[in-house]
C-alpha cells in the first residue's frame, strides 16, 4: 500500500474507522497477542506543545507491541532554526518507521507529511486531533450507543482541533453533530470545515448544526462534549475574555438535563473543573472521560498497525 498519512479524521474512509476501531478493541481485550506487533519498529514523537495522555499512549502502546518510541522535543531540535520541516522528515525517515507529531501550525504537520517516506500522525495541531477522536468513537461505541445514530453535541470553544475532527467524523461516519458557541467568528468553527462537513454529511447521511441555542444543541443528545477554553495555543492574557465569552456555554447539571437521560459526558481532557464544565459533570455519573482517556493506549496501536500495513 502506498504511504499514509493520518493528518485529519477525514483521511481515512468510514470503512476503515470501523476497521481501526475494531482493531483497537481486540487489542484491548488481549494485548498479549499483539506484544510483538512491531518488534524492531521505531516510532519519532515531535512535541512542540505539552501532553499528557498523548505522549504516554503512544510510547507505552509502542513498547506494548514489541517497539520502541523516541521522545524529542522541538525546542531541543534544529528544526525551525538551522533545519527546515523537509530536511528533518526526510533524515528521520532514514532511522524511524513511523512519526507522529504535535506542532502548533497544521501546515508544519502537513509539511513534514510530504517530505517523509514513512507515515505521519498528527498528535494535535491547531486545526486538528484525529487519534482523540477516534478513540471517541471507539468509547462511545462501548457505552452501547450505535456511532451511526447518535446525536452528538459540543459546547465551547469550536474554533478548535478537537471540534473540527469531531465534526469531520460525523461527516465521514454519517451522524448528527450540534456544535454550540459563542456567534463569533473566533469562537466558531473554521469555515473549511463547515463546508467540508456539509458535504460530507449530504453525501454519507450525517446531520450538522452550528447554533449559538444551547437548548437546541443539546436537546436529544447522546453524547455532551467539551473541551478546554484554554488551548494549549491560547494566550494567557486572553484567558479572561475568553471566560467571559464562553461561561454562557458550560456543561452544567443543567445542560445535561436537557440533553437524553441516558447521556454520557466527554472531554478529551486536560479538563478544568468549574470553566468548560461543572465539577458535578465531570466527576458526576454520566462522565466517561477516564474510559476515554485509557483508550487512546488501545487506539493509537491500532492506528500504528495500520499505518505500517500490519494485518490483523
Ligand atoms: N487529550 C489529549 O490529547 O491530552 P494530552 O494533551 O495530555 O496529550
Ligand atoms: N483543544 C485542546 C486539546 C487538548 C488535547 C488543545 O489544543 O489544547
Redo the contacts with the bound molecule.
Sequence with gaps: MAKRNLLSVNDFSKPEVLHIIEWAKRIKKNPNAYATALKDKTLLMLFE?PSL??RLSFEVGMTQLGGHAIFYSIKDSPLGKKESISDTARTASRYVDIIMARTFAHSDLEELAKHADVPVINA?S?FA?PC?ILCDLMTIQEKGKSIEKIKLAYFG?CN???THDLMYAAGVVGFEIAVCCPPEEQFEPQRKVFDDVTELCSKNGGKLVVTGDVKEAAKGADVVYT??WM???IPESEKEARVKALLPYQVNSKVMGMAKKDAVFMN???AMRGFEQTAEVIDGPQSIVFDQAENRLHIQKAIMLYLLGKKD
Design positions: 506543545k495522555r498523548t494535535l491547531n486531533h482523540q470553544d478548535n482541533n478537537v473541551d478546554s488551548s494549549y495555543h478529551c481532557l486536560p
